[in-house]
């Protein structure tokens, strides 16, 4: 089995990053019959080889630049082998002592790289879009003036409760509205600016609006490192709108928070303290293989004030500072998550993490530049981090004076989605896209500790291959100008 591991990392960069396969194919290749007896372990492991592996998209591949690439180091992945035979349950701190040791310590480096105070009240959870949730939930209990947990939020009575965020939000703000009950006619969408940050001065107005017509507020959420463009919404100024009306702001830094000690951002970025809760992301920035998310809320006790439930069998003695995991969220049962993050930040240093960070950004700065230098190329939005938005807009469809604006956008989308398409048949690149106001873009997101500055210009020279020939296609399938 670590031969298996071995042979992975070591031939990472000479397999397709993902081979499209058809999903009934696929299927039938897996398709098994409930096994009565136990099978060999070596028959088991071939299956995994010949029949899983090559089905797989390979996130740990250095040419994947999809969603945010969560690549994980060896550290990470030795650690995640130790805690699975361990299999520790880290809910109560006494069936896991040395589990919550470690995970209040990784908590407390974690909360120093992203800037937020060390004493804050944190956890390791299952992603980014439970954190949100868990982090709504205890704000939800703060906006209300009677007792959540025992009436429910039903009534004549309950005020209809709203969330602020920008219009460039991860959905999982949304699906906290869904499964909160405060219902997604209630998250309200703040426009946000040319460079897509949440507008502060809209804020403002939106939360005056609803105070006078008797909504009640129940949380601003920021977002550091927004998911379509990679943008940071003005922490400071949001801030300031937050406390003027009493209302807890979430900042959900997935994504960039832990970019802070990269040293070619140092300075450039807000800092998170400002919010009430944070969420951080290292299974998508630190190497960490999934999952990992910490989550951190200043207002002390204000998790538990809200998850805190102990049955009789559950209770258990508590001597000096210590106390249970299981009394900051939902979740019972919780792996052992610590180790892995102990591991990866020993192995690499602050320092190690940070210059790994700086590599990406600096491929980035490669690729923007190349990208911006090229006639068919743009960059209809830069960001503080290693996410590149490309939109190849071919002169020659651009320059055609036959066609309206609008028509010309629509064809030039549907080239984009047609490259998209394409690059990831290839196998060779995985990249992913977004639709902002320019229209549709490709994702070029880097970020895996694999991935070398040649592995980004052979990429690029890739994109640009496909894209060529995708046009010329395009161009001959029928008159584009139909197309439009
Ligand atoms: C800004 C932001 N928040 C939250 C999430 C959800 O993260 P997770 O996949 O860990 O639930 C994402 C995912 O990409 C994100 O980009």
């Known amino acids: 089995m670590i031969s298996l591991i071995r042979e992975h990392f070591e031939t990472i960069r000479d397999v397709p990053v993902a081979v499209p396969q058809h999903p009934q194919e696929l299927k039938d290749a897996l398709r098994a019959d409930l096994p009565e007896t136990g099978e060999h372990f070596s028959r088991i492991l071939a299956d995994t080889r010949e029949k899983v592996i090559p089905g797989l998209v390979q996130w740990n591949h250095p040419s994947f630049h999809g969603y945010f690439p969560t690549s994980a180091s060896l550290p990470g992945v030795l650690a995640e082998t130790v805690t699975a035979a361990l299999n520790v349950n880290s809910m109560l701190w006494q069936t896991s002592p040395a589990a919550s040791a470690l995970e209040q310590v990784v908590l407390r480096w974690v909360a120093r790289m992203a800037d937020y105070p060390e004493d804050a009240d944190g956890l390791l959870v299952t992603g980014a879009s439970l954190a949100n949730l868990y982090a709504l939930t205890a704000a939800r209990d703060q906006a209300l003036d009677f007792d959540v947990r025992e009436q429910g939020i039903a009534g004549p009575d309950v005020p209809t409760l709203r969330i602020y965020t920008s219009d460039q939000a991860h959905s999982s703000i949304e699906k906290a509205a869904i499964t909160l009950g405060t219902g997604l006619a209630n998250v309200i969408r703040v426009p946000s600016d040319e460079l897509y940050r949440m507008r502060p001065d809209l804020l403002d107005e939106a939360i005056r609006r609803d105070l006078a017509a008797g909504f009640r507020p129940?949380?601003?959420?920021?977002?550091?490192?927004?998911?379509?463009?990679?943008?940071?919404?003005?922490?400071?100024?949001?801030?300031?709108?937050?406390?003027?009306?009493?209302?807890?702001?979430?900042?959900?830094?997935?994504?960039?928070?832990?970019?802070?000690?990269?040293?070619?951002?140092?300075?450039?970025?807000?800092?998170?303290?400002?919010?009430?809760?944070?969420?951080?992301?290292?299974?998508?920035?630190?190497?960490?293989?999934?999952?990992?998310?910490?989550?951190?809320?200043?207002r002390r006790g204000a998790l538990a004030n809200t998850f805190r439930l102990v049955p009789e069998y559950l209770r258990s003695t508590h001597e000096g500072d210590t106390y249970d995991f299981m009394d900051l969220s939902p979740q019972l049962g919780r792996g052992f998550r610590a180790l892995k993050l102990w591991w990866v930040i020993r192995s690499f240093g602050r320092s190690g993490l940070a210059s790994r960070l700086d590599h990406s950004l600096e491929n980035a700065d490669w690729l923007r530049r190349s990208a911006s230098r090229h006639p068919d190329w743009s960059c209809p939005v830069s960001s503080d981090y290693p996410l590149v938005c490309l939109r190849y807009e071919p002169e020659v469809m651009c320059s055609d004076d036959r066609l309206s604006k609008v028509r010309i956008q629509e064809a030039v989308d549907e080239l984009n989605a047609r490259i998209l398409r394409a690059v990831n048949a290839s196998g060779t690149i995985f990249l992913s896209h977004a639709v902002i106001r320019d229209g549709y873009v490709l994702r070029f997101s880097i970020g895996n500790i694999r991935t070398s500055l040649g592995d980004v210009e052979r990429a690029w020279d890739e994109l640009n291959r496909i894209a060529k020939r995708e046009l010329a296609e395009f161009l001959s399938e029928k008159t584009w100008t139909e197309t439009a």
């Open 218 to 298: 129940l949380a601003v959420v920021a977002t550091v490192g927004t998911t379509a463009v990679g943008a940071a919404d003005p922490l400071g100024p949001i801030a300031d709108v937050c406390a003027r009306h009493g209302v807890w702001l979430h900042v959900d830094a997935a994504y960039g928070g832990l970019y802070r000690i990269a040293p070619s951002l140092a300075g450039a970025l807000e800092s998170p303290a400002v919010g009430d809760s944070l969420v951080v992301n290292p299974q998508k920035s630190l190497f960490v293989p999934l999952d990992a998310t910490a989550l951190y809320c200043r």
